[in-house]
């Protein structure tokens, strides 16, 4: 049988991976590991925090040893709805830029979280 490969773009982009997952857990830490290759591969982390300014962001840190990203949302963990305004650089991968959005949404305060998330590759 053959293998149904499948190609998607946007633009000037190929939608490396898109998926929807539902936390069973919504106070944990969501891990995504993105396998670019036999031998290289970026793991992306998203967690929640909240602080005292009421500001709604984005931080970004990167553990350049152990190839991870973490996108920590400040002061997302109890809104309906939340996403990243604009794609998110993670860095570069054979000369071409790799980006990643995604949204979360919950059913109400102290409830679940679905995130969905594509990864882009710069063409």
Known sequence: MEKFL????????AI???KTVILLDKDADFTVCFTL????DVAVRIRFRPDDTMETKVNISTDAETNLIT?????CENTMEFCSSDPIYLG??????LYLNFWVNSAGYDS???????LY???
């Open 16 to 18: 490396v991976d898109s």
């Open 37 to 40: 290759d036999p031998d290289s």
């Open 6 to 13: 499948k190609e998607m773009k946007n633009g000037e982009y």
């Open 71 to 75: 996108l920590t949302c400040i002061n």
């Open 112 to 118: 679940m979280k679905k995130i969905t998330y594509t």
């Open 92 to 97: 570069k991968y054979h000369e071409k830029d």
């Open 121 to 123: 590759k710069e063409l």
